[in-house]
């Protein structure tokens, strides 16, 4: 296991033909693919299968702009007290997605709490 703990906004990572950006999941969701395209052009020609982990929401929701999706992870953390006065409620569940390195995401493995 690899942590990239640096101070960088955007986390980066290829896997075969997979790009896929990391970041808070602060900014709107439609903006990821082209800081994307802007912050790792070399990457970003290089791959094919491209995805944005966001996780700001604690739900589970998936956009795609210009076939860039955006997904947006659940948490299996228990709701916060101003989560819960704020009626941000969510299931509580994990998930481990599964890349080919010549094919993209090819499973989801959810365990729910």
């Known amino acids: ?3 990239n703990n640096s101070l960088d906004p955007f986390k980066f990572h290829v896997y075969g033909k997979n790009l896929i950006m990391f970041d808070h999941g602060e900014l709107r969701a439609a903006d990821y693919p082209l800081i994307m395209a802007t912050e790792v052009p070399v990457l970003f020609s290089e791959t094919k ?6 996780g700001h929401l604690h739900k589970e929701m998936l956009n795609e702009y210009r076939g860039i999706k955006v997904r947006y992870l659940p948490s299996i953390a228990p709701s916060s007290q101003w989560e819960k006065t704020s009626g941000y409620l969510h299931q509580r569940c994990a998930q481990g997605l599964v ?10 493995n959810q365990v729910n709490r």
């Open 1 to 3: 296991v690899t942590v």
């Open 49 to 54: 299968y491209r995805e944005v982990h966001v």
């Open 99 to 108: 890349w080919s390195k010549d094919g993209g995401l090819v499973a989801i």
